[in-house]
């Protein structure tokens, strides 16, 4: 079952064993066929949290408001684009650096992050619980220890603990998640931090020098591997969750998810967060835009959630309408069937009930709770959709107006 609220029922991904890279979907020589078929969509796994976590999420990925910034400073962050590269080294800006003096600048913004996860195992009907390690890469964005990450780095983890570029630890707390984009704001109380200096993404060309500073298999903190710009608004399957990402040869490894791909000059133009790992494949390594996701950095920053996301408020589960013919034969549709609606929420305030069959939003057919959830991805908080449903075994339509997100929800 899985329930369609702000992250539309999205499922987290997968994690992987310690220091072993994600099988890529496909082979290399079909992958060519693959993005001809499917206009350019590439698949691949995400990377990199090298963690040996392997316990499937549940299936709600739940934006986490542990200590939302708006209650721990008062007022509202907000991280915006640097005119200058952000420098404690005393170059003067002049463009474009040396690989050296790039990572000189950026290195200290660049942390190391050691999770703890649950993982519930069960052995002859005896449920039994254990602690898995896992690590990851964050990008310090304010000077008093606000952190970003990528979402699967550190949702579900028991404790968070980052390590500076001077090797000085903090203990974490989670402000916010957003599954979505897979990006994650954490805090550390610490003061008189390195924050990385954002670039503008969209100014990227192909071909462009890079660098990539992470924490690879969690145990080579501050490690720079350099690169280029392989192509820009390249769109990607992360594990099923559609991106649009800039990829990169710089050398990408578990551990790397996280942490910061940087320009000539110094700027943040990425978060590492996707690689692909094959046998026949190299130098295939993907970053989120830092201009993708400059809104819900700073909603998280500023109040724990993102802002303006259409919610539904149902749980659902997938069923097959089916007509039987014969002992051996059978036909059926798919669909997705309501199991039960939130009280007050945009689906209840519609009319939608328990039972409630549906078929398709506006011109998005519906087949599985992924159907409804990628619909429902495309629109905002106050946009009205028609759903079509059956109920008692006739069509109708009902149209809703989505509601928007807040913290204390139960998704």
Sequence with gaps: MEYNGYQYGYEQPKKTKR????????????????????????????????????????????????TPASEATGTALNVTHAENAQTSTGFAYDGQYTRAQVVEICAPSVVGIDCIFKQTVSYWGRAQTYEVPGSGSGVVLTADGYIATCAHVVEGAKSIKVTLNDDTSYDASIVGTDTRNDIAIIKIDAQNLTPAALGDSEMLTVGEDVIAIGNPLGELRGTATSGIISAVRRTVAVEGNEME?????????????????????????????????????????????????????????????????????????????????????????????????????????AGLKTGDLILAVDDHEITSNSDLTDAIARYNAGDTATFTIQRDGSKQSVSVTFGEYAPGRTD
């Design 19 to 66: 220091s072993v890279g994600m099988a890529i979907l496909l082979a290399c020589t079909a992958m060519a066929v693959v993005i001809g078929l499917f206009a350019g969509v590439l698949i691949v796994n995400r990377t990199i949290d090298s963690r040996t976590k392997t316990a499937e999420q549940p299936a709600i990925s739940a934006s986490v408001t542990a």
């Design 245 to 349: 990402l800039v990829q990169t040869d710089a050398a990408i490894s578990p551990g790397n998810s996280g942490g910061g791909l940087f320009n000539a000059s110094g700027k943040l133009i990425g978060i590492v967060n996707a690689k692909v790992s094959d046998s026949d494949a190299e130098g295939l390594g993907f970053a989120i835009p830092v201009n993708n996701v400059l809104k819900e950095i700073n909603d998280l920053l500023s109040y724990g959630y993102v802002t303006g996301r259409a919610y539904l408020g149902v749980y659902t589960q997938n069923v097959t309408l089916r007509s039987d013919y014969g002992y051996f034969f059978s036909s059926g549709t798919p669909c997705v069937q309501i199991a039960d609606v939130v009280k007050d929420s945009a689906a209840d305030q």
